[in-house]
């Protein structure tokens, strides 16, 4: 079932009810590289709805860049471009506690014994709110299993450390063993970071579950049992289980939201449990600019590349630099198929593009955009399996943000 609109806007109102009046809200929708997550216009709703008693918004970026003026203007609608605020991950974060090494230890399964520290933008506790609304999707994710709920916060709005260190813990653990999953190590160290150290936060969660259809549900609370419902509807609605491995995957990236491998690379992330041995993954990606959007993670990426986990964790062990940014580690091993399969990547041209070089430089091969185009016409296929005109099967995903895809062999609740 599909919700519509007003029905959408008549269960966030009563769910807003509930809570009862308040004077001072800071928001937490996520950025624009979430979109389709509906979150947009539901934050537009939310500022309808308590008008000048929201004080500050600040969008999810995590690692992400800024939000531009347009993108702000298109995701929010009406809402004021003077509300908005900048996360600042280097800098504008304090640290509210540390879950210990212990923890880590045990529910990692002894891969890691180091503290992780529960981090968050500084405006939460210094911005005197009596509410924090937590806006989001919650879908099949490569980090934490499924997307959203406290993750927005201590990741969405946390810093370096906190960053670098829960993405190493879930490469470290293995993505394969989490995705689509609510139960994770990761999301355990978040919710040990909820428990102990944020009850004082005032965070209520607003949780979307999307289709390329349309919104499935909406789920909110205080606690956590909003995001144990979504993640049942999310496994239902976003996880595609299939017969058999995929041999040739085409995966068509939207030029206005992906513009680095940083997030493209869910187009790897989201397909690597339905890829068939010596199987081909054709990336489509005519905004493609940069590897992360972070300057240095790009220079990170630049220099050591998408080449599997064992020579990623050597590089670690042996380089500070990659030691200090854990995250561009973990991203490097999510962003290869271990020597599984292929990916080429199809960056468009111009100015800004990623060139060849660059592309093969890191690991993937290169193809040509317009060729690959003139192929696969992105317009004309379906979701799912497709023919080219000599027969060849193929499967065509058209947004990886929206699913999670596996063969039936490689996944298991």
């Known amino acids: 079932m599909i919700l519509s609109p007003s029905e959408i806007k008549a269960q966030l109102f009563a769910s807003l009810q509930s809570i009862g009046s308040r004077k001072r809200i800071l928001l937490i929708p996520p950025d624009f590289t979430r979109y389709h997550s509906y979150a947009g216009q539901l934050t537009e709703w ?11 918004i600040l969008p999810a970026l995590g690692t992400h860049s800024g939000m531009t003026e347009a993108q702000i203007k298109k995701m929010f609608g009406a809402v004021p471009l003077s509300l908005f605020r900048v996360h600042d991950w280097r800098n ?14 045990e529910v990692t399964e002894g891969k890691l014994n180091s503290p992780w520290p529960v981090q968050v933008n500084r405006l939460l506790l210094e911005g005197d709110y009596d509410l924090i ?30 960053i670098n260190k829960s993405h190493f813990v879930g490469a470290v653990y293995g993505m394969e063993r989490m995705m689509g999953r609510a139960s994770t190590p990761v999301r355990k160290i978040f919710d040990y970071g909820s428990d102990h150290f944020a009850t004082d936060l005032p965070i209520y969660y607003l949780l979307t579950v999307v289709t390329d259809k ?16 979504a993640s049942e509807m999310a496994l239902e609605k976003n996880f595609i289980m299939l017969d058999n491995p995929i041999k040739k995957a085409v995966v068509f990236l939207d030029p ?15 397909t690597r449990m339905a890829m068939a041995d010596e199987g081909e993954l054709i990336v489509l990606a005519p905004g493609l600019r940069e590897f ?11 220099k050591y590349g998408y080449n599997g986990t064992k020579t990623t964790l050597e590089s670690v062990d042996q380089f500070e630099e990659l030691k200090n940014n854990l995250s561009a580690a973990a991203h490097l091993i999510h962003g290869s ?27 993937f091969l ?19 399996y497709n023919q080219t005109p000599d027969g060849e099967d193929f499967y065509f995903i058209k947004n990886p943000a929206l699913g999670l895809w596996s063969s039936k062999d490689r996944f298991t609740i």
Request: charged share 25%.
């Open 292 to 302: 992360g959007e972070d300057k240095e993670i790009d220079r990170l990426i630049r």
């Open 337 to 363: 198929s271990e020597g599984r399969f292929s990916i080429r990547y199809c960056p468009g041209k111009g100015e800004g593009m990623l060139s060849r070089e660059e592309i093969e430089s890191v690991g």
């Open 133 to 162: 609304l937590s806006i989001g999707q919650v879908v099949p994710h490569e980090v934490v299993g499924m997307a959203n709920h406290n993750k927005n916060v201590f990741v969405g709005t946390g810093g370096p450390e906190g």
């Open 366 to 384: 290169w193809g040509d955009l317009d060729a690959y185009l003139e192929e696969f016409n992105v317009s004309q296929l379906n979701q799912g």
């Open 46 to 56: 939310v500022w309808e709805y308590y008008g000048d008693a929201i004080k500050d």
């Open 92 to 105: 504008d974060v304090v640290t509210i506690g540390e879950v210990p090494a212990s923890f880590i230890n």
């Open 214 to 229: 349309g919104v499935s549900g909406l789920f909110s609370g205080f606690d956590k049992q909003c995001f144990l419902d």
């Open 256 to 270: 206005e939201e992906f513009k680095s491998t940083w997030l493209g690379n869910k187009s790897i992330y989201r």
